[in-house]
């Protein structure tokens, strides 16, 4: 995207010169479904962004217009809507609530929305927005709140107001993420730190064109197995206030009394946190057949026991196998479709994508699209 085109629709709506906000999409490498178990997790953003251009205005109003969606909302920022409206400004007023709620008094506002990162194939195009947006309300209103505040207040906005019960994972990376890196998130504490993607290594992103809506049901229901999990097994042991705080041991010992889709569900975070972990260090020790492995059994985990991979998603990701330079790929994000990461020898990256892509369409009658990226920038404001 160029920052001028969006600088000159903007002055075109508005007739005024914006500041302009960008916050990237993201791949998750692995950690999947563990964010809202306060368990591991290791995205990197990736080059798909969304911009927000904004100026203040002197009235009281909230102007949110896109560059891609004909509608253009307006709303009285002393009235915003209470819920969701159904519609994509609920991603911005959802943030502008949020901020009102926390205190921040918002000014009037002309908001224009640019993105390029592909909607509903699980790279985070709602955090995204979400993350640009609020850098840029954050911007007019002039108040100082640190990035890791700006991501929980997002998710909040996600969780309250859009009302899917995401984990902190998109909105921290969207915010966080550096370049060239994978950042390894301790979804309790936040603490995090940056695992280095060897610069052979291609991320190429394939989309199955099946898109999901975590607002809708089974993300939700997930979540809920996972509080049964957690009742469970604190009956056993007080300390575990989520399935972070449960050990394969404990698994082991206890698991067997619990209902069969429950026992699936907690075996798949407790492992897929040790997966995790285990990725981030031997990806920093090259160990390539390991991270393989690893990437091949946490897709098996979310297929056959958190059961939210889906047979495109399956037939994506089998089509990586044995291909040339393919280290280790799985699905990404929350899944029933969306995409699946693969991490590829840079030199084979163009042909491994070309062979996916054919392999995939000639199995599903589906045109796929791939995407070579690398790990870039967080959020931020572009010149
Ligand atoms: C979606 C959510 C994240 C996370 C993933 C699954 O992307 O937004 O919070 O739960 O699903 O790992």
Same mark, same amino acid.
């Given at each position: 995207?160029?920052?001028?085109?969006?600088?000159?629709? =903007?002055?075109?709506?508005?007739?005024?010169?914006?500041?302009?906000? +960008?916050?990237?999409?993201?791949?998750?490498?692995?950690?999947?479904?563990?964010?809202?178990?306060?368990?591991?997790?290791?995205?990197?953003?990736?080059?798909?962004? #969304?911009?927000?251009?904004? #100026? %203040?205005?002197?009235?009281?109003?909230?102007?949110?217009?896109?560059? @891609? =969606?004909?509608?253009?909302?307006?709303?009285?920022?002393?009235?915003?809507?209470?819920?969701?409206?159904?519609?994509?400004?609920?991603?911005?007023?959802?943030?502008? +609530?949020?901020?009102?709620?926390?205190? *921040?008094?918002?000014?009037?506002?002309?908001?224009?929305?640019?993105?390029?990162?592909?909607?509903?194939?699980?790279?985070?195009?709602?955090?995204?927005?979400?993350?640009?947006?609020?850098?840029?309300?954050?911007?007019?209103?002039?108040?100082?709140?640190?990035?890791?505040?700006?991501?929980?207040?997002?998710?909040?906005?996600?969780?309250?107001?859009?009302?899917? &019960?995401?984990?902190?994972?998109?909105?921290?990376?969207?915010?966080?993420?550096?370049?060239?890196?994978?950042?390894?998130?301790?979804?309790?504490?936040?603490?995090?730190?940056?695992?280095?993607?060897?610069?052979?290594?291609?991320?190429?992103?394939?989309? !199955?064109?099946?898109?999901?809506?975590?607002? !809708?049901?089974?993300?939700?229901?997930?979540?809920?197995?996972?509080?049964?999990?957690? &009742?469970? =097994?604190?009956?056993?042991?007080? @300390?575990?206030?989520?399935?972070? $705080?449960?050990?394969?041991?404990?698994?082991?010992? *206890?698991? $067997? $009394?619990?209902?069969?889709?429950?026992?699936? +569900?907690?075996?798949?975070?407790?492992?897929?946190?040790?997966? #995790?972990?285990?990725?981030?260090?031997?990806?920093?020790?090259?160990?390539?057949?390991?991270?393989?492995?690893?990437?091949?059994?946490?897709? &098996?985990?979310? &297929?056959?026991?958190?059961?939210?991979?889906?047979?495109?998603?399956?037939?994506?990701?089998?089509?990586?196998?044995?291909?040339?330079?393919?280290?280790?790929?799985?699905?990404?994000?929350?899944?029933?479709?969306?995409?699946?990461?693969?991490?590829?020898? *840079?030199?084979?990256?163009?042909?491994?994508?070309?062979?996916?892509?054919?392999?995939?369409?000639?199995?599903?009658?589906?045109?796929?699209?791939? *995407?070579?990226?690398?790990?870039?920038?967080?959020?931020? %404001?572009?010149?």
């Amino acid at each position: 995207m160029h920052s001028h085109e969006l600088v000159q629709h =903007f002055e075109r709506s508005f007739g005024q010169s914006p500041r302009i906000f +960008r916050a990237p999409g993201r791949v998750n490498l692995i950690g999947e479904h563990t964010d809202y178990n306060d368990g591991f997790v290791m995205p990197a953003a990736v080059g798909f962004s #969304t911009y927000v251009a904004i #100026t %203040e205005r002197p009235d009281r109003k909230l102007l949110i217009h896109s560059k @891609e =969606f004909p509608e253009h909302f307006k709303f009285d920022l002393d009235r915003l809507p209470e819920s969701r409206t159904r519609r994509w400004c609920d991603y911005v007023l959802g943030v502008a +609530r949020v901020l009102q709620q926390r205190g *921040y008094s918002l000014p009037g506002a002309n908001l224009l929305v640019h993105g390029d990162v592909p909607i509903g194939a699980g790279l985070s195009s709602s955090a995204a927005i979400e993350v640009a947006s609020a850098l840029a309300m954050i911007s007019v209103g002039k108040f100082e709140i640190a990035l890791p505040e700006v991501a929980k207040l997002c998710r909040q906005a996600e969780n309250e107001f859009v009302g899917a &019960r995401v984990g902190i994972m998109d909105q921290f990376v969207a915010c966080m993420a550096k370049k060239g890196q994978a950042l390894l998130l301790d979804c309790r504490s936040l603490d995090f730190q940056f695992v280095p993607i060897p610069s052979a290594i291609r991320l190429v992103v394939c989309n !199955t064109m099946v898109k999901h809506d975590l607002a !809708t049901g089974a993300y939700n229901t997930r979540r809920e197995e996972c509080e049964q999990g957690v &009742r469970y =097994f604190a009956s056993k042991n007080p @300390e575990v206030r989520a399935l972070r $705080d449960v050990s394969v041991e404990m698994l082991e010992r *206890y698991a $067997d $009394d619990l209902p069969a889709v429950i026992r699936k +569900r907690c075996t798949h975070v407790v492992r897929e946190n040790q997966r #995790t972990i285990a990725l981030s260090q031997s990806l920093a020790a090259g160990d390539w057949s390991r991270v393989g492995q690893l990437m091949r059994d946490s897709h &098996r985990s979310l &297929r056959d026991l958190y059961e939210v991979s889906c047979r495109e998603l399956d037939v994506m990701v089998d089509a990586a196998e044995g291909l040339p330079g393919f280290v280790g790929g799985r699905m990404t994000g929350g899944g029933f479709g969306g995409c699946t990461i693969n991490l590829v020898r *840079y030199s084979d990256a163009d042909e491994f994508a070309a062979k996916v892509a054919e392999f995939y369409r000639e199995a599903t009658g589906i045109t796929p699209q791939t *995407y070579l990226c690398s790990a870039g920038e967080g959020a931020g %404001e572009v010149s």
